[in-house]
């Protein structure tokens, strides 16, 4: 059914039809809503049997869904940002332990300074902690992602981490279409947890391992991983079958054919480039886009296919791993490792959007420019003010006790919000 909705509400309402039996989350901006929503259908009845869990922390809210998936429940949570981090231990449990428990990320900047923006910080620190990490580029693709990821975190016994960007895609109303209970039902088969926590027949979940074993058990959880590489696809083509519509997959090229240079980023920023790779395209520049949906496991083998060819590729990616640069142009550069020579494509990292950043089709336009002429160096910084920081820098220089920086650059900024781009 088609309706104009918020897209919290469009994903509490697509994970309603999963038949979740377990809910428990803490409300943190910005995936709060989801929750609420959530919390509300449980409450009128709407979803039944199912047990809303009010917790105490972030920490306790994925506890719970760890002991609730070992039971045999089918469970959900959800966080941004400090409450990902929070629950940073139990993250490797789930993983390590192979439960299959579902949870939306709603993206969110990381403090100090404390900022309640969009970029996609929360998920990069986690990117390691063996949790699958779906990417939604706009609204409708939300609330698909949660329907596949309950098949894939089951099919695998792994849990699954559906990202979207936070106000941007959360509190954005769009039209999205909502399948029946009918349609779930037949794509999401009942749940048959592979271990389960039963009186009648003990087993040990959770257990020691010492040197002898710990690196066989690690590396199962990769290969879990690598069958995901498999199954995503496999996935993402039946739902596309069975509901009319191409959501999900590892990753989607835009016009890319005969492009010189491709953009490669994830996420709802994907919608904006696509706009500026058609006006560029319109004015005789090839150029393309690949928009990731699939971040971990990462699709080295993909992204190497559908960049063969191209001598430039610019990376979009609203994160910065202070003292390195971007965490996605990385792990593209590894994907591109082993090229010949003569045939080496040039990997620009282009940093946007930090703590919620507009990013604006000029200054991509300016930047893609730049990029496709040559003239791009290896890490840029898009609409950084470099007067800030010069004076910034200057004033650490010249006193050693300047003051906090995040102070210091809010009242060189002024105190209104300022559009750059």
Not at 9 to 18: N, S, Y
Not at 91 to 114: D, E, F, H, K, Q
Not at 160 to 170: A, K, Y
Not at 252 to 277: C, F, H, K, L, W
């Amino acid at each position: 059914m088609l309706k104009q909705i918020e897209g919290s509400r469009g994903m509490a309402e697509a994970i309603a039809l999963c038949r979740p039996e377990v809910i428990c989350a803490y409300p943190i901006t910005p995936q709060t809503h989801i929750v609420e929503a959530l919390g509300e259908l449980v409450k009128s009845g709407s979803l039944t049997p199912c047990e809303f869990i009010n917790v105490e922390s972030e920490f306790s809210a994925l506890s719970v869904a760890i002991g609730a998936s070992a039971a045999g429940a089918r469970a959900y949570t959800a966080t941004s940002s400090q409450g990902l981090l929070f629950m940073a231990e139990a993250l490797y449990n789930a993983s390590g332990l192979g439960l299959p428990i579902v949870m939306t990320l709603g993206n969110r900047a990381i403090g100090a300074p404390i900022n309640i923006w969009n970029d996609h910080s929360d998920a990069m620190a986690m990117r390691d902690a063996g949790w699958i990490q779906l990417f939604a580029r706009d609204n409708q693709e939300a609330a698909d992602l949660h329907i596949q990821a309950f098949r894939l975190a089951e099919a695998l016994s792994c849990p699954v981490m559906v990202c979207v960007d936070g106000f941007i895609l959360t509190h954005a109303f769009e039209r999205v279409d909502v399948p029946t209970q009918g349609e779930v039902d037949a794509f999401l088969p009942r749940y048959e947890p592979v271990q389960v926590i039963d009186p009648a027949d003990p087993m040990t979940i959770g257990a020691m391992v010492g040197p002898d074993a710990f690196a066989e058990v690690r590396w199962l959880a990769h290969h879990k991983q690598l069958r995901a590489l498999e199954i995503i696809p496999e996935i993402a083509s039946e739902f596309e079958q069975r509901f009319g519509r191409r959501s999900g997959g590892l990753l989607r090229p835009y016009r890319t054919d005969g492009a010189e240079t491709i953009v490669v980023a994830m996420g709802s920023v994907n919608g904006t480039i696509e706009v500026v790779v058609d006006a560029m395209r319109a004015g005789g520049v090839p150029i393309g886009a690949l928009d990731l949906c699939t971040f971990r496991p990462f699709p080295a083998a993909a992204v190497r296919d559908a960049l063969r060819g191209a001598r430039r590729v610019i990376v979009v990616e609203k994160n910065l791993a202070l003292g390195m640069g971007g965490v996605l142009a990385s792990d593209v550069r590894m994907a591109l490792r082993g090229e010949p020579a003569d045939v080496q494509t040039v990997v620009h990292t282009v940093v946007a959007g930090l703590g919620g950043r507009a990013i604006t089709q000029a200054s991509l336009g300016r930047v893609f420019a730049e990029g496709h002429a040559g003239k791009l160096g290896e890490l840029h910084m898009l609409d950084l003010d470099w007067g800030v920081v010069e004076r910034e820098v200057a004033r650490m220089s010249e006193n050693r006790r300047s003051g906090p920086t995040a102070s210091n650059v809010l009242r060189d900024v002024g105190p209104s919000m300022r559009r750059i781009g």
